[in-house]
């Protein structure tokens, strides 16, 4: 009550003909993240409830946490086995030590993908006199996710802005834009700084007084698999648990499932697309399966869900309601792509590996196309239903 009562005394100098009108928008932002806004629609057929956009993207943070909290432990996990040597097992670590050492590690790359991307939000809206808009309360966080640890962070800001610029702001803002501005920034920063995004040497990195160990390679599975290395491949429990190097958020297939659920209990997901992306992928692997024509085809249809970005690509980017499809049936088409996409990629372009970003991206600009069809497809077979009926009333009008 004290800080509504705050908000209400100071709010007047925000607002027309106060002193500080020109930061209207500004104060707005954080009043209505703090608390509810006291405006609502008064007429038409509207649901009225507390849910604004803002609640909504918070409950996409909440949903990030288990992929972000294990992801900052894995970071710890990765780096003691740097340094205590290939393939040699961390020997009394301690969870909150490593888990304190993946916070230092992430915690600059958060700071800055939320300060420049906010900053930019913050001066838009201030500019065109709108409100500021909600969206990067979740890129902000899933930029950082889907990087390498380690980035430096000025590549971070450079991406931030160029997502936020030029995924965002030149389409007219949060819900006007055609692509996913967290992939978008990854694939920036892939096709700038290559050197950086891929190789054996960009997953595991060292922190303060102890930096990373010379000669050491955190091959990922994915890219073991592009090599045909099938036989070096972790086993199902540590890739499914996400005790492997990879992108911050990418890691742990258990802990993003846990986020998918919260995005389907609170209705923020569609089940169908993130369900089809999985069907997609599996199905493409059991496909490659039968045919067999090199090493990475006989890899197991299930390996490809858990390996690389797969499912965090299925569970919080594809199904961006912004981007993705938004018929019913076009998201099922749109999720089966992905998850094909995806595994064909991976399986016949060895010098990428990782097809998740580019796929997502990819169909992000045909989700429209794949709208209009099964709308059209949809007049084209109402309109013949009609045709038929008029013509059966008519026979029988005749027979009569």
């Known amino acids: 009550m004290g800080l509504r009562t705050f908000l209400d005394k100071i709010k007047p100098q925000f607002s027309a003909g106060g002193r500080y009108a020109k930061l209207h928008s500004t104060f707005d932002a954080f009043e209505t993240f703090l608390f509810t806004p006291d405006t609502v629609t008064r007429t038409g057929a509207h649901i009225r409830d507390a849910v604004d956009m803002k609640r909504t993207m918070i409950a996409v943070v909440v949903a990030l946490l288990p992929a972000l909290v294990f992801g900052m432990y894995n970071i710890g996990y990765q780096h003691v086995l740097m340094r205590a040597g290939v393939n040699a097992a961390p020997a009394n670590f301690d969870f909150w030590s490593l888990l304190g050492f993946g916070f230092l590690s992430m915690l600059p790359t958060i700071v800055v993908s939320y300060a420049v991307g906010l900053g930019i939000e913050f001066a838009v809206a201030q500019a065109r006199g709108h409100e500021v808009n909600e969206g990067f309360l979740v890129s902000g966080l899933l930029i950082p996710m889907v990087l390498p640890v380690g980035v430096p962070l000025w590549m971070v800001a450079i991406a931030t802005a160029f997502a936020v610029v030029f995924g965002k702001e030149v389409f007219g803002g949060t819900g006007m834009n055609i692509f996913n501005p967290a992939l978008l920034a990854r694939a920036f920063l892939f096709f700038a700084f290559p050197k950086n995004m891929s190789g054996d040497d960009v997953w595991v990195a060292g922190f303060g007084a102890y930096p990373a160990v010379d000669g050491f390679s955190g091959a990922t599975p994915l890219s073991l698999s592009a090599a045909g290395l099938l036989d070096k491949l972790p086993d199902v429990r540590d890739l499914f648990m996400g005790f492997i190097p990879g992108s911050v958020g990418e890691t742990s297939t258990l802990c993003i499932l846990v986020g998918g659920l919260i995005l389907l209990l609170t209705g923020v997901a569609s089940w169908r697309v993130m369900l089809s992306v999985f069907v997609g992928g599996y199905l493409m692997g059991l496909i490659f399966n039968a045919v067999g024509a090199n090493a990475y085809m006989t890899l197991p249809a299930h390996y490809h869900l858990l390996m690389g970005g797969?499912?965090?690509?299925?569970?919080?980017?594809?199904?961006?309601?912004?981007?993705?499809?938004?018929?019913?049936?076009?998201?099922?088409?749109?999720?089966?792509?992905?998850?094909?996409?995806?595994?064909?990629?991976?399986?016949l372009n060895p010098a990428y590996p990782e097809g998740t970003m580019l796929v997502i991206l990819l169909l992000n600009a045909f989700a429209p196309l794949i709208d209009h069809i099964v709308v059209q497809r949809n007049v084209s077979w109402r309109r013949a239903r009609a045709l038929r009926v008029a013509k059966l009333l008519a026979e029988q009008s005749q027979a009569k």
């Open 310 to 347: 797969f499912a965090f690509g299925a569970v919080f980017m594809a199904t961006d309601p912004v981007t993705s499809a938004q018929t019913q049936t076009g998201k099922v088409i749109y999720g089966l792509l992905i998850g094909v996409l995806i595994v064909v990629v991976r399986v």
